[in-house]
DNA sequence: CGTCCCCTTGAATGAAGTCAATACGCGTGG
DNA sequence: CCACGCGTATTGACTTCATTCAAGGGGACG
């Protein structure tokens, strides 16, 4: 449950004890924590940190001119937001909390440090970064070409992946800490419809969601409808070539 | 006309001229030739290059399973597929020309190369890369949140914006190749209703689309439609700070 | 001159949104 | 302890936007 970074970065690449020592004295530099619903970084503002969420769930989101509300991905512990976002002159998006959270902020001057002392984490931070960013193109596959239960049925099997690959489930369960509301904003779809979709999947015996809990009894079934192809995640140890010998 | 990714990156930071050297030098070494409609590379290959587009317009796409097919982007001359890629083992998706298209192979021993003795360069890649992954980031809400009518100028006003950084536009025009089935596929709506939406946006004469060529009278007007907000693509000089002193 | 691809149009159908009412759990304060 | 308010979840009835199906038109090319 601890470490949910290293734990994830090790699905790409084996980590030396000097590599781990680093992301732990890293993140533990600059800690804040957020409240439910509260902002970690809004529109407009000058980044100036990369930050690592630790604990809690966040989400990258955009609100359109007229009040229209897209999340455009999610944060689980162990992510971290955009490698080198500090050279652009501002956000053009808001992060903010989705429960509470406790976020490392990484300077850039750790960042380069850390980019120099350990080519390692440099490639596996790489990898992290290529993989959100095929996270965010099937995001545009799931919104584009999927229909509502289909659509569901992916985000909910993604999110199950990655939460697994943090070390956050136990068995078949996890902890699914949004509303109806925030899954519609993040899918393109009305409260109403969300409701509905949630039903035919649990009468499907697809899924159990109840009490902030989200089960899912046959993982293999749900991707099924889902169209889902666990590639894109790259969870594959593609790294394994570059295997450290010492540990 | 010529150059396009240099042009493009002067939108980020000036150049000195052994940096334009270097990249003109780059973008020669390896260039390859494709037909419309042809791969550039295929889902599940292996990746070992970086793929600069010179000429002509290509695009990323996924194909389900039952064979839908969703257009995850497109890369207009001077746009670079994703740096690092050959990090990952194998591509998740494809890449396609959609005219006939000239591409520059950038080994990753000539990036390395470039990344250690130009960081006026690497710099602005990496600028290009964050843009590339903003507008993947606004293309999630445009088919979130967006109704057709919108999708569809807002695509058009990125594209045209796009276009003009490249110096590929002319006065309020511009070569606009795709068919309306590669729109549908691209915002995720019938080719019947792709149709039905540029009737629209004709009638209101916001955009005159004939022939190949696209022309928005009035771009302000068309991007009021759109709520569109060209934050996204950072094109205002944001490094000028990093001015170079030589030319 | 026929074929193929792309664009266009009409009519019927369907998926998802809107509106509105109700229910439920939870914390607060009387 | 109970009443109240608030946010979230649920349900039904109706509407709207977009898809599907089907047919026809036009241009490029062999």
């Known amino acids: 449950m601890k470490r949910p970074l290293i734990r994830k970065l090790e699905k790409f690449t084996r980590l ?5 020592e680093m ?3 890293i993140a533990a530099q600059r800690i804040r924590r957020f409240a439910a619903r509260e902002d970690i970084i809004h529109e407009g503002e000058k980044p100036e940190f990369i930050n690592l969420v630790s604990e809690g769930w966040a989400c990258r989101y955009k609100t359109l001119e007229d009040g229209r509300r897209q999340i455009i991905a999610f944060f689980l512990p162990g992510d971290l937001c955009d490698l080198n976002v500090f050279i652009l002159k501002e956000m053009d998006h808001s992060i903010g909390a989705v429960t509470p959270v406790v976020v490392s902020e990484i300077s850039r001057a750790a ?3 850390m980019m120099i002392g350990h080519p390692r984490i440099t490639q596996a931070l790489w990898w992290e ?9 099937e995001w545009t596959v799931n919104l ?3 229909d509502a239960l289909e ?3 992916h985000l909910l099997c993604e999110l199950f992946i990655r939460l697994e690959a943090a070390g956050c489930t136990s068995d078949h369960s996890c902890e699914f800490p949004l509303t109806q509301t925030e899954l519609g904003e993040t899918l393109g779809m009305s409260t109403v419809h969300v409701n509905r979709t949630l ?4 009468a499907s015996n697809l899924i159990v969601l109840k009490d902030r809990t989200l089960t899912i009894p046959n ?5 099924d409808i889902a169209l889902f192809n666990p590639n894109y995640l790259h969870l594959d140890r593609e790294g394994s070539h570059l295997d450290a010998n010492e540990e």
């Open 16 to 20: 030396s004890r000097a590599d781990k």
């Open 111 to 113: 960042f380069d440090e």
């Open 219 to 223: 993982l293999k079934a749900l991707q």
């Open 129 to 137: 970064s290529l993989v959100a960013a095929a996270i965010q193109r």
């Open 199 to 202: 039903q035919e999947l649990r």
């Open 151 to 153: 659509r569901m049925a």
């Open 23 to 25: 992301l732990v004295r």
């Open 144 to 146: 584009g070409q999927r």
